[in-house]
């Protein structure tokens, strides 16, 4: 589960927290290994690339990034008008060292949607 957690605003830059929510509803030990790729459209400040975590019996695992939005790329038209901006996240990937797989995403936050190539960030503009 990926939800936008907190957004505020300093100066001309955005700043977010994400949260990444990992469940085990399990009686099993779990052991993962997460990754998280850079991106031009924002700064990260508790960048951190790969850890290893265990996710133990019916417990949750929420792992934050902050994230700092320093560019916006594409903006999403509705026939002639510009409806919303929307801004590819940082890639963030949990492996599964036992089963050998990658989780799925869902995404639970309406400013974010889940795209072909990753989750973006959508801001609506005021027309």
Known sequence: MIKLDDEAESGDCKLFEMQYILENPTNRIFQFSSSLGTSE???IFNYKNQFNFLLMPYMKQ?????YQLIS???VVTDGSRQTERSVKLPDFKVYDLNYKVYLNNLVVCDSLKLGKNGIYYIEPLGN
């Open 72 to 74: 916006v790329a594409d």
């Open 62 to 66: 929420v792992i934050r990034f902050k």
């Open 41 to 43: 459209n924002f700064k």
